[in-house]
């Protein structure tokens, strides 16, 4: 069973920068890609950012410019830089795996709270 482990959530001021990590129990090389979730309380699931086997990047619009996707293969493990954090990036976030045959895997969570 593929295991992920999210860190670095915490809480920031407005404008401020957090970088998360999902460390994974298997090799991420040939994955079919990888990705970031969120999910705030009354709220569902939303999609924030995805890197794929190739390298290629998508964001949501809600986080485009802000935050960046990214990961090192030596280390099995899938980043996610925010930065110029908004109150409404408050959420847990979640890290997801897909793998090539199409099985998803999913991170416990780690929550990001952003406020005075």
């Known amino acids: 069973q593929v295991q992920l482990v999210e860190s670095g959530g915490g809480r920031v001021q407005p404008g401020g920068s957090l970088t998360l990590s999902c460390a994974t129990s298997?090799?991420?090389?040939?994955?079919?890609?990888m990705g970031w979730y969120r999910q705030s309380p009354g709220k569902q699931r939303e999609w924030v950012a995805t890197?794929?086997?190739?390298?290629?990047?998508n964001y949501a619009d809600s986080v485009k410019g802000r935050f960046t996707i990214s990961r090192d293969n030596a280390k099995n493990t899938l980043y996610l830089q925010m930065s110029s954090l908004k109150p409404e990036d408050t959420a847990v976030y979640y890290c997801n795996l897909r793998r090539m045959d199409g099985m998803d895997y999913w991170g416990q969570g780690t929550q990001v709270t952003v406020s005075s």
């Open positions: 890197i794929t086997r190739s390298g290629n990047r």
């Open positions: 298997r090799s991420i090389v040939s994955i079919s890609a």
